[in-house]
């Protein structure tokens, strides 16, 4: 059993991971989001044709998880596979697409992320956007996080603030170093019995 501990606090910084929760960690003297899922890899993102979704406004999205260390697997524009045409992602896919029945429309956009039970790793994420709303700025940024794992931050003028208007581009509290330790802290709680 120490041999196995071992094993994964070393393999620890290796993994890229990610989800949404919303548990609260204080982090110095504020409150800050924190992370409930990981993922095992660099995941692979999915642009739907329907999204409406901009390239440009991607590539922003993007260069902003980017510059906090974080990367994708690769990134797809106009997608048409099964994963956009049925809403079923495969293992290790986000995509974005459009809003399905279940999208409450007083949110501008929405992500679900589907998690393995007992090792907390994320499996795949859509993030459902509204087509009028896609250009939107922070939006897809915001989203991303919730795909990365990260919960809703209190601070206003933060990335993942819950409320646009109180949102802003900090991202503070959501550095890959802060994310790799929380990652450690979360698989150390699955070992313990």
Known sequence: MKVKCLLLVLLCPLLISFHTGSEQ????????????????????????????????????????????????????????????????PSYGEIIITIPDQNFDFKNIAMTRTVIHSLSKEILHSIIYIQDNKASKERVLE????????????????????????????????????????????????GLTP
Not at 51 to 71: C, I, T
Not at 147 to 164: E, L
Request: charged content about 20%; aromatic content about 14%; proline content about 3%.
């Open 142 to 189: 915001h989203e991303f996080g919730h795909a990365f794992g990260w919960s809703h931050s209190p601070r206003s003028y933060h990335i993942m603030n819950k409320a646009w208007e109180n949102g802003g581009y900090s991202s503070v509290g959501l550095e890959l170093d802060r994310y790799q330790e929380l990652i450690q802290e979360l698989i150390l709680e």
């Open 25 to 88: 960690v204080l982090y110095g003297s504020k409150s800050y989001s924190t992370i409930d899922s990981y993922w095992a890899q660099p995941p692979i993102l999915k642009i739907c044709e329907q999204s409406r979704v901009s390239d440009s406004r991607v590539r922003m999205a993007v260069e902003y998880w980017k510059r906090l260390g974080y990367q994708f697997e690769s990134i797809i524009y106009d997608d048409q596979s099964t994963s956009c045409t049925i809403l079923k």
